[in-house]
């Protein structure tokens, strides 16, 4: 555990400050991805579920209000744990969950955007969370290879959502996987509080975007804040952490909390030290020299 973990005073995810989802909603922007709490190939369930319970419950305690989940996470069982480990929930807890896809027998991801799958989809989560209406439901698109959906139209899954929630099954929505466009149209339709993308230190090609949506309001909740890096780039961020006395997760958490005051962390894990080093990343200031070389690192 990194010397930052260590310090006297618990890690707290107030630190970072909050974020006010819909204008409206507030989440502390250190929050917490279930993915990681199934089993392989995000498959099953965990290795150890006793564990799965205790970081979702020291989560919790560490003052995580705002937790992304699917039930198509395992499928089912990254909810189930939820409810198991947390229900009755926290006054302020958000729950926000995805829907627009379904796990096959051989751990695929194909599409589920058809209006019966999405309604489905949605009453799973209501289900298996135990709640009458779901905090934020992100629809997620995807291109046929699974990277981001950025030609054609989000419309008719979107109006399905959009249906869902006039009905009181939904409090907000928002997108995953998109481009500026797609959010643009989804924004025709109803209300958008968050984009949902893959985007790091590395991979920026969504600069522009999470600046609009900082702009407008609008949460950006990045994930895999080390995923796709080159060898290079993993060196110069392994090495800068280790000057900092910090690791390089903890350095990827900082540096997206710092990019923009509308990002939100959803860092994910399954064991409990790391849940609290990644906490205590939120506490984290970057220096102006460090603020540049890990910007450099896009290039």
Same mark, same amino acid.
């Given at each position: ?22 204008? @409206?909603?507030? %989440?502390?922007?250190?929050? #917490? ?16 579920? *006793? ?10 305690? &560490? ?9 198509? #996470? ?14 009755? #929930? ?5 729950? +926000? ?8 027998? =051989? ?12 309604? @489905?989809?949605? $009453?799973?989560?209501?289900? $298996?969370?135990? %709640? =009458?209406?779901? *905090? ?6 995807? *291109? ?6 950025? *030609? ?14 006039? @009905?009181?099954?939904? $409090? $907000?929505?928002? +997108? ?17 509080? !968050?984009?949902?993308?893959? #985007?790091?230190? /590395? ?6 975007? +999470?600046?609009? !949506?900082?702009?407008?309001?609008? /949460? ?29 997760? @903890?350095?990827?958490?900082?540096? &997206?909390?710092?990019?923009?005051? /509308? ?20 506490? &984290? ?15």
């Amino acid at each position: 555990m990194s010397s930052t973990a260590r310090s006297s005073a618990p890690p707290n995810a107030a630190a970072a400050g909050q974020f006010l989802l819909g204008g @409206q909603t507030p %989440v502390n922007r250190m929050g #917490y991805g279930s993915m990681r709490l199934s089993g392989p190939n995000i498959m099953g369930p965990p290795r150890d579920r *006793d564990q799965a319970i205790a970081v979702l419950r020291r989560a919790v305690e &560490l003052g995580v209000n705002h937790i992304d989940t699917s039930d198509y #996470y395992g499928p089912h069982t990254v909810n189930e744990l939820i409810r198991e480990a947390l229900h009755p #929930y926290p006054a302020d807890l958000v729950l +926000v969950t995805k829907v627009g896809a379904r796990r096959t027998p =051989d751990g695929g991801w194909p599409a589920a955007l058809s209006p019966v799958e999405l309604t @489905q989809a949605v $009453h799973d989560n209501l289900d $298996h969370l135990g %709640v =009458d209406r779901i *905090d934020v439901v992100n629809l997620r698109m995807a *291109d046929e290879h699974g990277g981001l959906f950025v *030609d054609g139209s989000l419309a008719e899954p979107f109006e399905v959502l959009a249906g869902l929630r006039e @009905q009181g099954l939904i $409090h $907000h929505l928002g +997108v995953s996987n998109v481009g500026a466009t797609q959010l643009a149209e989804a924004q025709t339709i109803a209300p958008v509080v !968050c984009v949902q993308n893959m #985007y790091n230190i /590395a991979a920026r090609g969504d600069d522009d975007l +999470v600046d609009s !949506c900082a702009a407008q309001g609008i /949460a950006f909740t990045p994930f895999f804040p080390v995923g796709g890096f080159r060898p290079l780039q993993d060196q110069v961020l392994s090495d800068l952490a280790a000057q900092r006395g910090v690791s390089a997760m @903890q350095l990827a958490i900082a540096w &997206l909390l710092a990019r923009s005051p /509308a990002i939100l962390s959803i860092a994910g894990t399954s064991s409990v030290a790391h849940l609290e080093e990644n906490i205590a990343a939120g506490a &984290l200031i970057l220096s102006d020299q460090e603020l540049r070389t890990l910007n450099d690192l896009a290039n």
